[in-house]
């Protein structure tokens, strides 16, 4: 796979925290940086394609009644 450089501005906080990490983890902050991007962008995809799927779930007419999703929202409030 080809590599690329990228630049990104952090508090010096986080850069700290990266190094931290990289250094318990016995690796570079380039390997801790690319494995945190890789499940950051792993979540959103995954989040989209759900969010996707309910849009077209939705304008097919497969949905939940108001009154069932009002009653399945108590529900989980109660919990």
Not at 14 to 33: G, K, N, P
Not at 41 to 48: A, M, N, S
């Given at each position: 796979m080809?590599?690329?450089?990228?630049?990104?501005?952090?508090?010096s906080?986080t850069r700290?925290?990266?190094d931290?990490i990289a250094?318990?983890?016995?690796?570079?902050?380039s390997h801790?940086?690319?494995?945190a991007l890789?499940?950051?962008?792993e979540?959103h995809r995954?989040q989209?394609?759900?969010?996707?799927q309910?849009?077209?779930?939705?304008?097919?007419?497969?949905?939940?009644?108001?009154?069932?999703?009002?009653?399945?929202i108590?529900?989980l409030r109660r919990?």
């Amino acid at each position: 796979m080809a590599r690329e450089t990228v630049t990104v501005r952090i508090p010096s906080e986080t850069r700290e925290a990266l190094d931290a990490i990289a250094a318990t983890l016995d690796r570079d902050r380039s390997h801790v940086v690319n494995e945190a991007l890789a499940a950051y962008i792993e979540t959103h995809r995954w989040q989209l394609e759900h969010i996707h799927q309910g849009f077209r779930q939705a304008r097919s007419g497969r949905f939940v009644p108001e009154p069932e999703a009002d009653k399945r929202i108590a529900r989980l409030r109660r919990k």
